[in-house]
């Protein structure tokens, strides 16, 4: 996997991106970073400049999600995951121990009807080639979906340059996954955040992942929508560097550097 790094600190934390974006997506949040953090910024496999995984399967996306977390030479990680990132980031966290804490942004904990569309069979290709693969669509889509984005936002403009194949064989993927409760075995402190203008699956996931731990704190952001890093940068660099959790983890990994 292709990961970028931010800062030098010695408090990590290692971001995955979601459907359509790349390590770009942290761009943002890298720009307000806390002198004691050090950010990874990662391309899930296949997307950016990740080589595909082989097979394409959630197996092997996440055992190399693993293999780039434990490159960061770090026991005590923030994992921090957009959209259907957090997902393939929590497979990962099932898998290795160093991950202490998780960040969920704007996550699905459930299968909108919306993404059942595009991986239907025979008709699922075709829309998502009508709604993603082609400018037109695009522009209707994100016209469309003006209340849940901040003004001047745009929701499809990181389709233009994807692969598009990729992006569909990522929603099968995700599609593994069969319930939230899958997650519950993961002992982490956990805060999930969202815009006030999101999806409404993204709101009811939100309790819905409280409800898998129950010390789950949940952020709003408000006049903010699903792009909730790029439209609040600031502030949901607060939520992540700015609380106890987070204190908490550098004081973790002072501790283990002072021995």
Same mark, same amino acid.
């Given at each position: 996997?292709?990961?970028?790094?931010? $800062?030098?600190?010695?408090?990590?934390?290692?971001?995955?991106? @979601?459907?359509? $974006? *790349?390590?770009?997506?942290?761009?943002?949040?890298?720009?307000?970073? /806390?002198? *004691?953090?050090?950010?990874?910024?990662?391309?899930?496999?296949?997307?950016?400049?990740?080589?595909?995984?082989?097979?394409?399967?959630?197996?092997?996306?996440?055992?190399?999600?693993?293999?780039?977390?434990?490159?960061? *030479?770090?026991?005590?990680?923030?994992?921090?995951?957009?959209?259907?990132?957090?997902?393939?980031?929590?497979?990962?966290?099932?898998?290795?121990?160093?991950?202490?804490?998780?960040?969920?942004?704007?996550?699905?904990?459930?299968?909108?009807?919306?993404?059942? #569309?595009?991986?239907?069979?025979?008709?699922? *290709?075709?829309?998502?080639? @009508?709604?993603?693969? +082609? &400018?037109?669509?695009?522009?209707?889509?994100?016209?469309?979906?003006?209340?849940?984005?901040?003004?001047?936002?745009?929701?499809?403009?990181?389709?233009?340059?994807?692969?598009?194949?990729?992006?569909?064989?990522?929603?099968?993927?995700?599609?593994?996954?069969?319930? /939230?409760?899958?997650?519950? /075995?993961?002992?982490?402190?956990?805060?999930?955040?969202?815009?006030?203008?999101?999806?409404?699956?993204?709101?009811?996931?939100?309790?819905?992942?409280?409800?898998?731990? &129950?010390?789950?704190?949940?952020?709003? #952001?408000?006049?903010?929508?699903?792009?909730?890093?790029?439209?609040?940068?600031?502030? #949901?660099?607060?939520?992540?560097?700015? $609380?106890?959790?987070?204190?908490?983890?550098?004081?973790?990994?002072? +501790?283990?550097?002072?021995?």
């Amino acid at each position: 996997m292709f990961v970028r790094q931010y $800062g030098n600190g010695a408090s990590v934390c290692f971001c995955l991106h @979601g459907w359509s $974006g *790349d390590h770009r997506t942290f761009e943002a949040l890298a720009e307000v970073l /806390p002198d *004691d953090a050090r950010l990874y910024a990662a391309d899930l496999p296949g997307c950016g400049l990740s080589p595909a995984p082989q097979p394409w399967d959630l197996r092997s996306v996440t055992r190399q999600i693993v293999q780039a977390l434990h490159e960061t *030479d770090s026991d005590s990680v923030t994992l921090v995951g957009a959209c259907i990132g957090a997902l393939f980031g929590m497979c990962a966290a099932l898998e290795t121990k160093v991950v202490k804490r998780l960040v969920m942004i704007d996550a699905f904990a459930m299968w909108p009807w919306y993404f059942r #569309v595009f991986t239907a069979p025979v008709v699922g *290709d075709k829309a998502y080639a @009508g709604t993603f693969a +082609n &400018p037109v669509g695009r522009w209707i889509t994100n016209k469309a979906l003006t209340a849940r984005r901040a003004e001047g936002s745009h929701l499809t403009n990181g389709f233009a340059a994807a692969r598009h194949q990729t992006q569909l064989k990522y929603l099968h993927i995700a599609r593994e996954i069969k319930s /939230p409760r899958e997650f519950a /075995p993961l002992d982490l402190s956990v805060d999930v955040i969202f815009g006030s203008r999101t999806f409404r699956a993204v709101r009811e996931s939100a309790l819905i992942w409280q409800q898998v731990w &129950p010390r789950t704190r949940i952020w709003e #952001v408000e006049n903010t929508g699903h792009l909730v890093l790029q439209e609040a940068a600031s502030e #949901v660099s607060n939520i992540i560097f700015g $609380g106890d959790a987070w204190r908490e983890q550098s004081q973790r990994t002072s +501790n283990v550097t002072q021995s």
